[in-house]
């Protein structure tokens, strides 16, 4: 079955909000085994909606749109779909109720244009919004299924997981499963070209690459007369990735973030971490203390940007920032063990570099910049080129400096037995 989305507000075509739902609704639905075409993004005017979801209708079986279902003038969501439908809005009582119940929790009054909300299409499935006054509801039309939903993230996602995830579950005669292999220290291109015979091959389960800051994820997905069926497609593919990426896989869990891995890694061998961050601005240790737990291995983060602050807090030396510049390998080597010795951490992480968009030279470009990693004594320095924004440059350098502290433990730990080197 096809599946068709349509997100209704002049807001998101202005760009003044980001377009969270058509994602999230795209991962869900896909889940359910349903493939989607058409994506759709139509500002708050009734003909020009009523135009998209006419096409829509022709050429997939169901329709989602997102949003337009508030009580003003401009929302308009709810009145195209009936009349495109030829079904007449009527009064849903126990709509009413439930905005009436809403507001008399909150200890205010609904205003007439509230009412709007419980005019709803006659003959339509009503699914109840728990966390605002707009109900949602499915149209079950000649021609497609048109399932409509609030605009708000909270609303909407708590809305399918409540009532449209269920009804769709039931329409699909397919079950889809994926895994993702999440791997880090490796580029998109080199990934791609590990995997290249097996995507040529791919039939089901299918095989997909998705870039990420600093990271590159693959997606197994696989369909089968039930979960047990698509699982069982799925982990063989899975087993042979993560024999050709090694320990550059780091999960193979949704939930598990390269940070959480890292953390996790951390705690598991008892190590303490430490940050000095220049360039960066604190985007590593960000990343760090949003891991919950983190306390119990985070020590501390610095952000040394001037030379000064690098040599009165880590005690780089002056000869070093004279001779090799503040952006340099010895510049980076040096923090990090300074981190390390001052705030008398197992580990420590460093980063310096030009983040641009302006400062660089021929000899040190924007995008240029070194990651040093300091674990137990031992000390790792890479020289790092990205391309991009000042904040992708960024970005990319949080996400190599985790990718190397968790290269760093690993090859420590396997030089070491029972606690003491090889």
């Known amino acids: 079955m096809t599946v068709e989305f349509i997100c209704v507000g002049t807001e998101i075509l202005l760009g003044s909000i980001v377009n969270t739902n058509a994602a999230y609704l795209s991962e869900k639905c896909a889940a359910l085994g349903l493939s989607c075409y058409y994506q759709t993004v139509v500002g708050d005017n009734e003909e ?5 979801l006419k096409m829509a209708m022709e050429r997939s079986d169901i329709v989602i749109l997102s949003g337009g279902l508030g009580p003003t003038e401009d929302d308009l969501t709810k009145e195209a779909a009936a009349n495109v439908c030829g079904r007449a809005l009527k009064m849903h009582e126990p709509s009413k109720l439930a905005i009436e119940r809403f507001f008399a929790e909150r200890g205010t009054t609904p205003t007439d244009n509230n009412w709007k909300q419980a005019m709803l299409p006659e003959g339509a499935i009503v699914m109840e919004n ?14 497609a299924r048109l399932i409509l939903l609030p605009g708000p993230p909270r609303e909407l996602i708590a809305m399918f997981e409540e009532s449209v995830e269920p009804y769709l579950a039931k329409l699909t005669n397919q079950v889809i499963c994926s895994k993702t292999v999440k791997i880090c220290g490796v580029g998109e291109s ?4 590990m995997v290249k015979d097996l995507i040529d091959a791919q039939q089901n389960p299918t095989i997909a690459t998705y870039a990420k800051s600093g990271e590159v994820h693959i997606r197994v997905t696989a369909n089968g007369e039930d979960k047990k069926a698509a699982l069982k497609l799925v982990k063989p593919v899975v087993k042979e990735l993560k024999s050709r990426f090694g320990n550059a896989v780091y999960s193979t869990e949704e939930d598990i973030t390269l940070e959480k891995a890292v953390a996790e890694l951390l705690s598991a061998n008892k190590l303490t971490v430490t940050c000095a961050e220049s360039c960066t601005g ?16 985070y020590k501390t983060g610095v952000i040394t940007y001037s030379n000064k602050a690098k040599r009165r807090l880590l005690g780089v030396k002056k000869s070093t920032l004279q001779k090799e510049g503040a952006v340099s390998a010895k510049t980076a080597e040096e923090m990090a063990k300074g981190a390390a010795l001052t705030f008398k951490a197992d580990a420590a992480v460093s980063i310096t570099g030009i983040a641009g968009p302006d400062g660089g030279t021929e000899e040190k470009p924007v995008g240029l910049v070194y990651i040093a990693c300091y674990v137990k004594g031992n000390v790792i320095v890479k020289k790092y080129q990205f391309t991009g924004t000042r904040d992708m440059v960024r970005e990319a350098s949080a996400s190599a400096a985790l990718s190397l502290l968790r290269e760093c433990i690993l090859e420590y730990y396997s030089k070491v037995t029972f606690g003491k080197e090889e």
């Open 48 to 52: 020009r909606l009523t135009f998209v």
């Open 130 to 143: 728990r966390n605002g006054t707009a109900p949602g509801m499915i149209i079950e039309a000649d021609s």
């Open 282 to 297: 604190g985007m590593l240790s960000a990343r760090l203390v949003s891991v919950p737990g983190i306390s119990d291995v």
């Open 190 to 193: 080199r990934a791609e070209t």
